[in-house]
């Protein structure tokens, strides 16, 4: 149980465009999700929280309107890196709580972005 | 604010030798704390957590990890490794501040075995 898809697990884009990345709890209904971003061997970095049907709340430092972060159901969340450039590649990863109060998260298979 | 310190960002160790990944925090309020792997090109996946009670962790894999209030430690151990054991280690940490909701993770120490 408890299992987190990503998709696309790997994407390329041109430099201007955005990219759309999503975050699935497949055997649970999350009511938390966590948006990281993982650069080569370095650590993982907490962007925002998105609560379902609320906005997201970004840690200090992200710019919101870059990344913007859609939680519309307790199932899914997606994150959209807007007009991209190749400074945004990274290794974006994703994870959720079940519930309320939980203290545990699971993470998904992460999403490597390339931005040429 | 919190901080978690991984001092060995590499660890190299033969096969079927113990281990020991260190790890410390920063924070003296109460902790939650998590030890996660992370396989090349994949998300993590958790080893083991401490959450109150006994301060020996258990986890899978055959894990282990010891909790040190007083020297705000955290470290893992295995006492025997395999070549699959080979991959990325991160310390997580969250406390009372955010109401144990947000982890803060260190460095990550990259465990190498080789036969």
């Known amino acids: 149980g408890a299992v987190v898809s990503q998709h696309p697990s790997w994407v390329i884009c041109k430099s201007g465009t955005s990219v759309k990345i999503e975050c699935r709890s497949l055997?649970?209904?999350?009511?938390?999700m966590f948006w990281y971003r993982q650069f080569p061997k370095q650590s993982l970095m907490l962007m925002a929280t998105?609560?379902?049907?609320?906005?997201?709340?970004?840690e200090q430092g992200v710019e919101k309107d870059k990344f913007l972060i859609n939680h519309a159901s307790l199932t899914l969340s997606t994150l959209t890196v807007t007009s991209a450039h190749p400074e945004d590649s990274s290794f974006y990863i994703c994870?959720?709580?079940?519930?309320?109060?939980?203290?545990?998260?699971?993470f998904g298979p992460g999403t490597r972005l390339t931005v040429t | 604010a919190q901080s978690v310190t991984q001092l060995d960002s590499q660890v190299p160790v033969f096969e079927e030798a113990p281990v020991e990944l260190r790890c410390n925090y920063s924070?003296?309020?109460?902790?939650?704390l998590f030890w996660y792997v992370q396989y090349p090109n994949q998300g993590l996946q958790l080893l083991l957590k401490?959450?109150?009670?006994?301060?020996l962790v258990k986890g899978i894999n055959g894990f282990e990890a010891e909790f040190n209030k007083s020297q705000t430690s955290f470290h893992l151990r295995k006492p025997s490794v395999h070549i699959s054991d080979t991959a990325e280690y991160f310390c997580?940490?969250?406390?009372?501040?955010?109401?144990?909701?947000?982890?803060?993770f260190g460095t990550g120490t990259r465990l190498l075995v080789s036969p």
């Open positions: 994870s959720a709580r079940a519930q309320q109060g939980s203290y545990e998260q699971y």
């Open positions: 055997d649970f209904q999350a009511t938390t």
């Open positions: 998105s609560n379902e049907g609320s906005k997201a709340t970004y």
């Open positions: 924070s003296s309020v109460s902790v939650y």
């Open positions: 401490y959450l109150s009670g006994s301060t």
């Open positions: 997580a940490v969250s406390d009372r501040s955010t109401g144990f909701q947000k982890l803060v």
